[in-house]
């Protein structure tokens, strides 16, 4: 099983960057999907996710910022980050939970599989 994130950099407030999270070695369209952040000195929160029938979840503070997209037949997961804030400087990682469920947990201990992270850096 990997989650393999991608796309993290070095963008100035305002700007935009694209995460990718590529799956592989389980059935990616059996699990929900989501992406967590940890920045430094704090507890890993919650970002954004979307469930096996592709509905959708933000934490308050990306909503309208952030789009999290995925592509089934691609076993991959998308965060279109928008607006980025110096607050939104972070370790991204993606997570998988397996179930077909409705709605999202936002406890990263109820996922099962996670990436290794990727750094955005949002300079002001």
């Known amino acids: 099983v990997q989650l393999q994130a991608s796309g993290g950099g070095l963008v100035q407030a305002g700007g935009s960057l694209r995460l990718s999270c590529a799956a592989s070695?389980?059935?990616?369209?059996?699990?929900?999907i989501a992406w967590f952040r940890q920045a430094p000195g704090k507890q890993r929160e919650f970002v954004a996710g979307v469930t096996t029938g592709g509905t959708t979840d933000y934490a308050d503070s990306v909503s309208g910022r952030f789009t999290i997209s995925r592509h089934n037949a691609y076993n991959s997961l998308y965060l279109q980050m928008d607006s980025l804030k110096s607050e939104d400087t972070a370790v991204y990682y993606c997570a998988a939970d397996r179930g077909r469920k409705t709605s999202l947990p936002r406890g990263q201990s109820q996922y099962d599989y996670w990436g290794q992270g990727t750094q955005v850096t949002v300079s002001s």
């Open positions: 070695g389980f059935t990616f369209d059996d699990y929900a």
